[in-house]
């Protein structure tokens, strides 16, 4: 089966990288539900959007993470936000890491990776069509992470929870 993808988070996923959509979209999947929640972690500044401190697909952080010396306006819109998720996933792939290590920036990384192999494994489908087959730099960057293991439950659980929230 595959996954379900929002035409608009598919089309900002793409103008950002192409070839790393779908580690962006499995990251904003549980980051923010595909960007529809764009504003974040309320317990670490505030309760109201206007004291959020994480924006956008991704949830870039402002306070010392990656959202830092952008303005909100620039992490609220989708292709800038991925475009700073993915470059820091490329500079961490170039230094060596798997992609499951390249996105230890983000807490949700368990769940995401496993979507992310899902993607991969069952295809995206966007609003309705199945998304052309435009991965083939993305297949020789899954590998399988040394320390999955452990959170192999709690990504089945994540996604089985994830497909029950989306198709309702």
């Known amino acids: 089966m595959t996954v379900a993808v929002p035409a608009f988070a598919y089309a900002d996923a793409m103008a950002a990288d192409p070839d790393l959509a779908p580690a ?6 549980y980051e923010s539900t595909y960007g529809t ?3 974040g972690d309320y317990g670490l500044g505030g309760a109201r959007p206007d004291e959020a401190t994480s924006f956008g697909p991704m949830q870039l952080f402002t306070r010392g993470g990656l959202g830092d010396g952008h303005p909100i306006e620039e992490l609220l819109d989708g292709p800038s936000n991925y475009r700073f998720g993915a ?6 792939l170039a230094n060596g ?3 499951y290590e390249a996105m230890q920036p983000w ?4 769940q995401a990776y496993a979507l ?4 991969m494994a069952e295809g995206i489908e966007v609003e309705g069509g199945t998304a052309p087959d435009i991965y083939p730099a993305a297949t020789s960057m899954m590998e ?4 999955l293991a452990p959170y192999a439950l709690i990504g089945v659980a994540a996604i089985v929870g994830a ?6």
């Open 37 to 39: 929640q764009p504003y």
């Open 107 to 110: 807490s949700v990384r368990p």
């Open 116 to 119: 992310y192999e899902r993607m």
């Open 87 to 92: 470059t820091e996933i490329r500079r961490r």
């Open 144 to 147: 399988e992470p040394r320390s």
């Open 24 to 29: 962006l979209l499995s990251i904003s999947r």
């Open 97 to 99: 890491q798997s992609l």
């Open 163 to 168: 497909l029950v929230a989306f198709t309702s």
